[in-house]
């Protein structure tokens, strides 16, 4: 399985950015995906998540901000990030389980600063 994210930037506060994650060895509309993020100094924090049915889920820091959505083809996990704020800093990774297995992409980088 392998993840690989990409999106992230430097915007100002109130911007928009798209992550995208594509998977490979998993099919995403049939996996339970999450997107997390770490922000410097930080523990990994949970952000939002899809369902095999495809309910989405997110965290009350993004919530009405952050949408989490996927796709058949190509196989990509997406997060669709409005109003950005400075406090959304961080490195954001893509995540699925298939347990004991546990997979995680590199990360991308988000930074929103004025």
């Known amino acids: 399985v392998q993840l690989v994210e990409s999106g992230g930037g430097l915007v100002h506060p109130g911007e928009s950015l798209r992550l995208s994650c594509v998977a490979s060895?998993?099919?995403?509309?049939?996996?339970?995906m999450y997107w997390y993020r770490q922000a410097p100094g930080k523990g990994r924090e949970y952000v939002a998540e899809?369902?095999?049915?495809?309910?989405?889920h997110d965290a009350d820091s993004v919530k009405g901000r952050f949408t989490i959505s996927r796709a058949i083809a190509p196989n990509t996990l997406y997060l669709q990030m409005d109003n950005l704020q400075p406090e959304d800093t961080a490195v954001y990774y893509c995540?699925?389980?298939?347990?004991?297995?546990?997979?995680w992409g590199q990360g991308t980088q988000v930074t929103v600063s004025s």
């Open positions: 899809i369902t095999t049915a495809g309910s989405p």
């Open positions: 995540h699925t389980d298939n347990p004991p297995a546990d997979y």
């Open positions: 060895g998993i099919d995403v509309s049939t996996s339970w």
